[in-house]
Nanobody, 118 residues
């Protein structure tokens, strides 16, 4: 049973930084794409950043230049460094992973709250 466990959320002032981590457990296989999505109250869940097993990255326009995604394949862990945070970044952040092993599978973490407020 694959589990994705996020950590690193919290309350930060505008202009501050946070680093999110997501560790996958319960499998000896790696993942194709790992990434982060976020959902603010009353809004849909949107992609923030993704990274492939070959380290190709993709960012939402709203975070490009402020957020950096990275991964450690040996640890099945993905990170999101968030700098210059804005109140508009306030949301629940969800870790995501997928792979093609005996079919196509997608996995989600339970979410971690990020609040940007003075």
């Amino acid at each position: 049973q694959v589990q994705l466990v996020e950590s690193g959320g919290g309350l930060v002032q505008p202009g501050g930084s946070l680093r999110l981590s997501c560790a996958a457990s319960g499998s000896s296989f790696g993942f194709d794409v790992m990434g982060w999505y976020r959902q603010a109250p009353g809004k849909q869940r949107d992609m923030v950043a993704t990274i492939t097993s070959g380290d190709s990255t993709n960012y939402a326009d709203s975070v490009r230049g402020r957020f950096t995604i990275s991964r450690d394949n040996a640890k099945n862990t993905v990170y999101l460094q968030m700098n210059s945070l804005k109140p508009g970044d306030t949301a629940v952040y969800y870790c995501y992973a997928d792979r093609h092993v005996l079919g196509y599978h997608q996995y989600w973490g339970q979410g971690t709250q990020v609040t940007v407020s003075s």
